[in-house]
């Protein structure tokens, strides 16, 4: 069973715009993990964030993290056409090793 | 350097056959991990490896599924009877430390 879900499902934008996903995960986390998706294959890691941590930058991407909420938001800005794709998050439970993933975002950024 | 890397990348079966899915990680990673992805939903963990052992296959959906790595490095899922329900991406991640580095899957379509 899945863990975290984002919201929206589905999010469509204008190039230029930013676009901000949601993630909400149950239990206590030792990192919670970002990963982008196209056409439904291999999954390209684009951020870890530590449950020590509240927020963190990457290039055009920033992540910030609520553990009181157990919620997390990325927010990419700037969007560009190529960032069409699927988001989900992932969190590490603590104390384990694998992934849980979320049913992820499905982004749309018309040029 | 290399990727993780997965073969083959489509694999077509009758319902009933035996298929082998191969995975072959990041030279140096020891740590293996098996997902399954669903249309429409994220990748939900099926085992993972830490060198040559399964350190955790609480994901395994049932005894028709079963995984090996005995060198530590290439691993191999392997579904036997295999039912339409197995239909899926099956996804291969590999890691160091806390990010996981995923492979372009295997398409697996049981007819």
């Known amino acids: 069973s899945q863990q975290g879900e984002e919201d929206p499902q589905a999010l469509s934008i204008q190039e230029g715009e930013n676009a901000t996903m949601n993630c909400s995960y149950k239990?206590?986390?030792?990192?919670l993990q970002w990963y982008r998706q196209n056409s439904g294959r291999g999954l390209v890691h684009l951020i870890l964030?530590?449950?020590?941590?509240r927020e963190k930058h990457s290039g055009r991407l920033r992540v910030t993290l609520d553990t009181s909420k157990k919620s997390s938001s990325l927010l990419i800005t700037a969007s560009r056409a190529a960032d069409t794709a699927s988001y989900f998050c992932a969190t590490a439970p603590f104390g384990g090793n694998k992934l849980v993933f979320g049913a992820g975002t499905i982004l749309r950024v018309k040029s | 350097g290399a990727g993780v890397s997965q073969t083959p990348s489509n694999k077509v079966t009758e319902k009933g056959k035996y298929v082998e899915l191969r995975c072959d990680p990041i030279s140096g990673h020891t740590a293996l991990y098996w997902y399954r992805q669903s249309l429409g939903q994220g990748p939900e963990f099926l085992i993972y490896?830490?060198?040559?052992?399964?350190?955790?296959d609480s994901g395994l959906p049932n005894d028709r599924f079963f995984a090996v790595r005995p060198e530590g490095s290439v691993s191999t899922l392997k579904i036997q009877r295999t039912e339409r329900g197995d239909s899926a991406v099956y996804l291969c991640a590999s890691s160091s430390g806390d990010t996981q580095y995923f492979g372009p899957g295997t398409r697996l379509t049981v007819l």
């Open positions: 964030i530590r449950s020590n941590e």
């Open positions: 239990t206590s986390i030792n990192n």
């Open positions: 490896f830490q060198g040559t052992g399964a350190a955790d």
